[in-house]
């Protein structure tokens, strides 16, 4: 695995593992989107943080100047899905 894709997918690791609650007591209850309202950044650091780190890789990824044999583009795309993701996750949480 080249070294771009290595580090796209221990970001994405650290990301996930940063907004993974350690129990079920810590776990945000889940709404459907319709009834979800967009949470703010001091009441999920760890998202707002795993999100910060994603968009620093994808400014990496695009300034990057070799194609790595299409695996920059191919670590993008992972980027900017798990962005997507981190963005979904947090309209969806209850915010009590």
């Known amino acids: 695995m080249s070294k771009i894709g290595t580090l796209c997918l221990s970001l994405l690791a650290v990301a996930l593992m940063a907004t993974t609650p350690l ?8 709404k459907r989107v319709s009834q979800a309202k967009p949470a703010t950044k001091s009441e999920h650091p760890h ?18 100047s070799h ?30």
Do not use: F
Not at 48 to 57: N, V
Not at 70 to 77: P, Q, S
């Open 23 to 30: 129990n079920a007591q810590n776990s945000p209850t889940v």
């Open 47 to 64: 998202m707002e943080s795993a999100i910060k780190a994603l968009e620093d890789a994808k400014r990496q990824l695009e300034e990057a």
């Open 67 to 96: 194609s790595y044999q299409g695996h920059r583009e191919k670590a993008l795309e992972h980027v900017n899905a798990a962005l997507q993701e981190c963005h979904t996750a947090l309209m969806v949480v209850d915010k009590k």
